[in-house]
């Protein structure tokens, strides 16, 4: 029997050159790191790993240099989100090959499907598909995938091995735990929204996928292991501290723009991205950037910049937009323009 999916999976951010194609030899080195780093597994084609920007042969040579490279260190978790069953089924025979220990496939995107229809849909991948599968419930952008119908393919089919859930909802995840685990104690549960990653590994989760692991991989690791221990007052001090520097990568940039800047204060090169930006979007990517550089060094993960950084807040955990809002001052201020 496959090893059970457990820890933190970073989904990989993917390092374009100059031209905008794939950076092969920055992406080895960049999961390189991550694995040196102690994330458990990586999750290529994930929506940090923007899938939907890359055609059919760009996300299979995603996860073919991902599983090259990883050589069995950590398990492989690979997307597989395609747009129908047949090109889905494809991309799991392909990934199988490729050696990935499990996809994620998310429900079908665009049109809003009923519950009977999403069971249906991943019962046909289920019956097929060569390899295990966890569900990926994003309902920000996709087809919601309820409770009865988790338990239900968790019931019916063995080759799905768990469920990535990416609505933050507590609630919904000890819902999802108390109808799945009484008839597949094997199934995993994934939280894809690290702003409550303590609290989700605490009610019992087996750990996430987390974007901000590409920057700060020892910060997830960290908490993910605290609360694994039942070290409650301590998981929580680092889950404030993380909130802080999730909030300031997700929200005032491009997602996942935020995430890609924060990742090149760590020594990598990404390039520019494919998302088109207009001028002003540059530049307050870069004043942002600087908020990163600040936050980054405060978790001692790089050094502060020359410059310095503006003063903390009195306590940043409970003051996150302050202390953005601060720091973007600091550097309109040093530039002359307020």
């Avoid at 069995?72 to 997307?79: C, F, H, N, S, T």
């Avoid at 069971?119 to 046909?124: D, I, M, V, W």
């Avoid at 909802?169 to 008839?183: G, I, T």
């Avoid at 700060?216 to 605290?226: D, G, N, Q, S, Y």
Wanted: hydrophobic letters at 45%; one cysteine or more.
């Amino acid at each position: 029997m496959a090893a059970k999916i457990e820890g933190i999976f970073t989904p990989t951010l993917v390092p374009l050159d100059a031209r905008g194609e794939i950076n092969e030899g920055e992406l080895r080195r960049f999961i390189n790191w991550l694995i040196e780093r102690g994330v458990h597994g990586l999750y290529p084609n994930g929506s940090t790993g923007e899938f939907v920007r890359f055609n059919e042969a760009e996300r299979r040579r995603i996860v073919r240099i991902t599983c090259d490279e990883a050589r069995g260190r950590v398990p492989v978790l690979a997307g597989a989100a395609e747009a129908n069953v047949k090109e889905t089924l494809a991309a799991c025979d392909a990934y199988a090959e490729m050696g990935a220990r499990a996809v994620a496939i998310v429900s079908p995107i665009y049109y809003r499907l009923t519950p009977e229809s999403v069971y249906a849909y991943f019962a046909e991948i289920a019956r097929h598909t060569p390899i295990d599968l966890t569900l990926y419930n994003i309902p920000m952008f996709a087809s919601p995938i309820d409770v009865a119908t988790i338990r239900r393919l968790a019931e019916e089919f063995p080759r799905v091995v768990g469920i990535k859930d990416s609505s933050g909802d507590l609630a919904f995840m000890m819902r999802m735990m108390a109808a799945v685990k009484p008839v597949r104690p094997d199934f995993t549960f994934l939280t894809g929204w690290e702003a409550v990653l303590a609290p989700m590994i605490l009610i019992g989760c087996d750990g996430g996928t987390n974007a901000t692991s590409n920057a700060a991989p020892e910060v997830t690791r960290r908490i993910f292991e605290l609360a694994k221990a039942g070290k409650y007052d301590e998981a929580m001090q680092w889950q404030r501290r993380i909130l802080e520097l999730f909030d300031a990568m997700l929200y005032p940039f491009e997602f996942p723009d935020g995430f890609r800047a924060a990742a090149e204060l760590r020594g990598f090169d990404f390039g520019k991205g494919r998302l088109p930006q207009t001028g002003s979007q540059l530049t307050d990517r870069a004043a942002l950037a600087r908020v990163l550089h600040c936050m980054l060094a405060d978790f001692e993960l790089v050094n502060a910049p020359a410059a310095g950084c503006a003063p903390r807040t009195a306590n940043p955990a409970k003051d996150q937009v302050s202390q953005v809002v601060a720091e973007v001052l600091h550097e309109l201020k040093k530039r002359g323009i307020v």
